[in-house]
C-alpha cells in the first residue's frame, strides 16, 4: 500500500526567511508523480509544485522548490522569502503512472509571521 | 470555465435527512474521487471511479453512495445524516499530472 507521510503537522517562518516542509513517501511503483498542494482558508486546493519521479532534477516554481530523494523517498518543499499569503495547510500528494490512486500526507500547517 | 465545479459550496441540515452533493468535470479525465476533509484538515479517500467504473472504496459507512452516470459526473449521495458527518467534501478530477479539485462542500449536520 502506498501511504505519504508528513511528519511536521505544524510550521512557522519569519516573513522573507526560508522554510522546509517535510514529507516521505511508501510505494513499490517505479513511476510515479509527486506534489505538493496548498490549502488557504479559503479550502480551496492549489497545486505548488510538481516532481516526476523519472526526473533527477529538483522540481522549482519561482520561490518554491523540492528536494527530491527517490531513494530515500523523501520529498521536501522549500519556500524561499516567505510571504504572508504563503500561510496554508500544505499538503504532499502522490500518485502512480497509473494514475488510479492519489494519496494525500496529513497536512502541514504554516504561520508566516510578520 | 471552472474545470470542476462542485455543488453545493454550503449544507446545512437536519440529522437522519437524505442529501446528494454534484460533481461535474470538463476535463476529459477518466478518474475522479471524493475526499472527506475532518476538522483536522486531514484529507481522506472516500471513492475513486475510473470511466464510471468503482476503483476505490474506502472504509466508508453504506449512508454514502457514490453515482457516476458518466465519466464527467461523479455525486455522493448520503443517507440518514449522522452527526460525524460534518466535514467538508472535495470533489476531485485526476489526470496523470495534476489534481484538479472542486471547491468543496461543507456539509454540517445539526
Known amino acids: 500500500a502506498q501511504t505519504v507521510t508528513q511528519s511536521q503537522p505544524e510550521m512557522s517562518v519569519q516573513e522573507a526567511e526560508t522554510v522546509t516542509l517535510s514529507c516521505t513517501y511508501d510505494?513499490?511503483?517505479?513511476?510515479?508523480?509527486l506534489f505538493w498542494y496548498k490549502q488557504p482558508p479559503s479550502r480551496q486546493m492549489i497545486l505548488v509544485i510538481r516532481q516526476e519521479a523519472y526526473k533527477q532534477q529538483n522540481a522549482t516554481e519561482n520561490r518554491f522548490s523540492v528536494n527530491f530523494q527517490k531513494a530515500a523517498k523523501s520529498f521536501s518543499l522549500k519556500i524561499s522569502d516567505s510571504q504572508l499569503g504563503d500561510a496554508a495547510m500544505y499538503f504532499c500528494?502522490?500518485?502512480?503512472?497509473?494514475?488510479?490512486?492519489?494519496?494525500f500526507g496529513t497536512g502541514t500547517s504554516l504561520t508566516v509571521i510578520p | 470555465d471552472t474545470a470542476v465545479s462542485q455543488t453545493p459550496k454550503y449544507l446545512v441540515t437536519q440529522m437522519g435527512n437524505d442529501k446528494s452533493i454534484k460533481c461535474e468535470q470538463n476535463l476529459g479525465h477518466d478518474t475522479m474521487y471524493w475526499y472527506k476533509q475532518d476538522s483536522k484538515k486531514f484529507l481522506k479517500i472516500m471513492f475513486s471511479y475510473n470511466n464510471k467504473e468503482l476503483i476505490i472504496n474506502e472504509t466508508v459507512p453504506n449512508r454514502f453512495s457514490p453515482k457516476s452516470p458518466d465519466k464527467a459526473h461523479l455525486n455522493l449521495h448520503i443517507n440518514s445524516l449522522e452527526l460525524g458527518d460534518s466535514a467538508v467534501y472535495f470533489c476531485a478530477s485526476v489526470g496523470y499530472t495534476e489534481a484538479f479539485f472542486g471547491q468543496g462542500t461543507r456539509l454540517t449536520v445539526v
Open positions: 510505494t513499490s511503483e517505479s513511476d510515479y508523480y
Open positions: 500528494a502522490y500518485i502512480p503512472n497509473t494514475g488510479n490512486q492519489f494519496y
